[in-house]
């Protein structure tokens, strides 16, 4: 199975799903996967919760939401990226700091909840990329 990239429009802020370039369903502006990094997220199966998606942020900014066994890559410009992931009232997160650079070109994290007391908790963990399911 090819790699399933996700885009947040820069026109209509719409988050679409790609294997290739092309164009916003929604506002038809061309969308590209080219990028000179990007952040690859795997989503941990679980049982807890599996029917829902994870809604995903990267500096604030919402790319939609990542179902359960699921592997997204976010191509992305060379810098900063906070990422934070929610789920309906469950929005602690360890929220990592991700520096894409020319010697960091692809970072593989991994997302998985961790029940909590009073709500879960989302924990990110950087991996190696051999770790990542093969789809
Ligand atoms: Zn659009």
């Given at each position: 199975m090819a790699k399933t990239y996700r885009i947040r429009c820069p026109r209509c802020g719409n988050p679409v799903n790609l294997s290739a370039s092309g164009a916003c369903p929604q506002c038809s502006a061309p969308l590209s996967v080219d990028a000179p990094a990007s952040i690859s997220i795997y989503r941990m199966g679980n049982?807890?919760?599996?029917?829902n998606g994870f809604g995903i942020y990267i500096n604030e900014q919402p790319y939609g939401a990542i179902g359960n066994r699921e592997t997204l890559t976010f191509p992305l410009p060379y810098g900063e990226y906070k990422i934070h992931v929610v789920c309906g009232m469950n929005r602690?997160?360890?929220d990592p700091v991700i520096k894409l650079s020319e010697s960091d070109t692809n970072v593989c994290l991994k997302v998985h909840m961790k029940a909590g007391f009073f709500q879960n908790s989302f924990i990110l963990e950087r991996v190696d990329p051999s770790t990542m399911p093969q789809n």
């Open positions: 049982f807890y919760g599996a029917a602690k997160c360890n």
